[in-house]
């Protein structure tokens, strides 16, 4: 998908969502895992 990116620093990542159509809105999951363990935040995109 050319309309999502997902950027890496050292500290962080970043997801980025540019909508191109209805169907880029709706829910998405950002899930990190590491070695101490797992965190997912779900969210929403509305129009």
């Known amino acids: 998908?050319?309309?999502i990116k997902?950027?890496?620093t050292p500290s962080a990542?970043?997801?980025e969502v540019t909508?191109?159509?209805e169907n880029d809105f709706g829910?998405?999951?950002c899930t990190a895992?590491?070695?101490i363990g797992q965190e997912s935040l779900e969210f929403?995109?509305?129009q």
């Open 19 to 21: 909508p191109d159509s």
């Open 13 to 15: 990542s970043y997801l």
């Open 33 to 35: 895992v590491n070695r």
């Open 44 to 46: 929403i995109l509305v």
């Open 6 to 8: 997902i950027y890496n």
């Open 27 to 29: 829910n998405y999951n």
């Open 1 to 3: 998908y050319s309309n």
